[in-house]
């Protein structure tokens, strides 16, 4: 039986049966006591709105073969949420973006944010019944340290000198430098808390601590799970039972949604996104935040091995058109940095990339071109409409002497075999909520998910600066210009922003205010979300 086969059998029978974010980190810098606060009243209004009990399915435009349950290589819209609703993490992300408490019930900073000490919560146990300790926690952290680490979150944790643990419930972290940004680090989705024996984290068997469950998962299929009995807070986790299927087809997931085979789905094609929303069994939900489709070129491959290439390519893109035609207004352009205008080091003084033929040309004379043939891979398991974005691309960068070949590959095995394999292809990030986990996991020379091998001295020296300064106006100084550099001597266009648009089936109940940091509630809909009747 091939996949998809599987995949509508799958459907047929499951058819049959604000605090203010710098006032909050300047209060954690002094005290823990702000995040117990926050995390507090987050869990009394959650716990108020919501239902327990039930089943829901959850159709995802993403999965794939070879997804696996490693951390460290945790990635796209299958794993990121199935990780955060079956494991347990130090910190999370609130649905007002703030970083609150969760395994971690409290942290405290000390010489120049150098030193964090970490109080753990008391009496949380794994699936299996064993309670989770300070040893679990330092092996946890240390499955993304050492040298040649390949996890995606080693970037998150190089700082990291040393990890002591200081009586049953305390750790303590001595950084290399001061980082301001540290327990919002330790939120990323790769940064579960695993069970550990002599050192070492069990990720294979699949036993977390979070709300839910794994109760089976076949990559690239589908995956069950079921609500975790004895989990620490009540305030999560509503659903007796979620299944989630990879549903990659565009058309698959929006029939399964308006067919009832499924309650949720992510990633609706936005040029129907109006028609649905006047569907009376169907709520649409439009969320912006820092996602941004991007077009990575690999900047260790001819020709994008030359800025004024890449510069080219840039200055050719119709970044309006893309809005209005791919995002159909769910979205705003960008200037080709990772850093949404919501956030609070955002650039809003640099030039606004736009479509400029003469530009375009410009910069292929000082490459010593006078045209330019390029291929573009894309596929919707990028984004859906990518390959409609790389058509438009490849339209206006006619204009500019640019001849590109638009090459459509297969949505399964897309990330494996074509992201940071092919020269130029289309990619999308959710975004992160702070600059510095944006830049460190994606921007920094050599880190694994660097998506276009792009390595830049003076970035990476700000970087790190900036990561250490306590000072907002001389941080803010140095972000400023690390979004200069990547916009214009990066190795990625990154055109547009798109809000996050789902819908959702009236079996679903969502939370008035939701996630914008990940798609579908911060990628958290697991936990939030409740069966209605």
């Known amino acids: 039986m091939n996949k998809r086969d599987y995949i509508t059998q799958l459907e047929l029978k499951l058819a049959l049966r604000q605090i203010d974010r710098r006032q909050f980190m300047r209060g954690v810098l002094a005290t823990g006591m702000a995040a117990g606060m926050a995390g507090l009243l987050a869990d009394r209004v959650e716990a108020a709105t919501s239902k327990k009990g039930g089943s829901l399915t959850a159709g995802l435009g993403h999965g794939a073969t070879t997804d696996t349950l490693d951390p460290g290589l945790t990635a796209a819209g299958f794993l990121i949420p199935m990780t955060l609703g079956m494991n347990g993490f130090l910190t999370e992300v609130a649905p007002n973006s703030d970083i609150v408490p969760s395994l971690a019930e409290s942290w405290e900073a000390s010489a120049g944010a150098t030193i964090w000490t970490f109080k753990l919560r008391q009496g949380v146990e794994f699936h299996n019944g064993k309670t989770v300790t300070a040893e679990d926690v330092v092996a946890s952290i240390n499955h993304h340290r050492g040298e040649g680490n390949t996890s995606a979150a080693a970037p998150l944790v190089a700082g990291v000198k040393d990890i002591r643990i200081d009586g049953p419930d305390t750790i303590v972290f001595e950084?290399?430098?001061?980082?301001?940004?540290?327990?919002?680090?330790?939120?990323?989705?790769?940064?579960?808390?695993?069970?550990?024996?002599?050192?070492?984290?069990?990720?294979?068997?699949?036993?977390?601590?979070?709300?839910?469950?794994?109760?089976?998962?076949?990559?690239?299929?589908?995956?069950?799970?079921?609500?975790?009995?004895?989990?620490?807070?009540?305030?999560?986790?509503?659903?007796?039972?979620?299944?989630?299927?990879?549903?990659?087809?565009?058309?698959?997931?929006?029939?399964?949604?308006?067919?009832?085979?499924?309650?949720?789905?992510?990633?609706?094609?936005?040029?129907?996104?109006?028609?649905?929303?006047?569907?009376?069994?169907?709520?649409?939900?439009?969320?912006?935040?820092?996602q941004h489709y991007s077009f990575p070129m690999l900047t260790n491959m001819a020709p994008f091995d030359d800025n004024n290439v890449r510069q080219a390519l840039k200055w050719g893109i119709k970044r309006d058109e893309l809005v209005e035609k791919i995002l159909f207004g769910y979205g705003t352009v960008g200037n080709d940095h990772p850093i949404g205008s919501g956030q609070k080091f955002f650039n809003g003084d640099m030039e606004q990339k736009s479509f400029d033929p003469d530009k375009a040309r410009f910069f292929l004379k000082e490459a010593g071109l006078s045209s330019l043939d390029v291929e573009l891979s894309s596929s919707d398991a990028a984004f859906s409409g990518a390959v409609d974005a790389a058509l438009l691309i490849q339209n206006s960068a006619a204009e500019c002497g640019i001849n590109v070949t638009v090459k459509r590959e297969p949505n399964d095995g897309y990330w494996t075999d074509v992201w940071k394999k092919k020269g130029w292809c289309a990619s999308y990030w959710a975004g992160r909520p702070v600059e510095d986990l944006m830049f460190s996991l994606a921007f920094k020379s050599g880190v694994s998910w660097n998506e276009s091998f792009w390595s830049h001295e003076k970035f990476d020296s700000l970087l790190a600066e900036a990561r250490a300064e306590l000072d907002d106006a001389k941080r803010r100084e140095m972000y400023f210009e690390m979004q200069d550099i990547v916009a214009n001597q990066g190795g990625v266009a990154i055109p547009m922003f798109a809000s996050y648009v789902f819908a959702t089936r009236p079996s679903v109940g969502t939370p008035e205010v939701m996630g914008s940091n990940l798609d579908l509630d911060g990628s958290s809909f697991m936990q939030r979300w409740w069966k209605e009747g």
């Open 175 to 290: 950084l290399a430098a001061g980082n301001a940004d540290f327990p919002a680090a330790l939120s990323d989705y790769h940064i579960a808390m695993l069970p550990a024996a002599e050192g070492t984290i069990d990720w294979q068997s699949g036993v977390g601590c979070g709300a839910y469950k794994l109760d089976s998962f076949e990559p690239g299929i589908s995956a069950k799970l079921s609500r975790h009995g004895n989990h620490w807070s009540d305030a999560v986790g509503h659903v007796d039972e979620w299944n989630l299927v990879a549903l990659v087809d565009t058309n698959a997931r929006t029939t399964a949604a308006l067919t009832g085979d499924v309650d949720v789905i992510d990633k609706v094609e936005l040029k129907t996104a109006g028609r649905l929303a006047g569907n009376p069994n169907l709520s649409v939900h439009s969320v912006a935040g820092t």
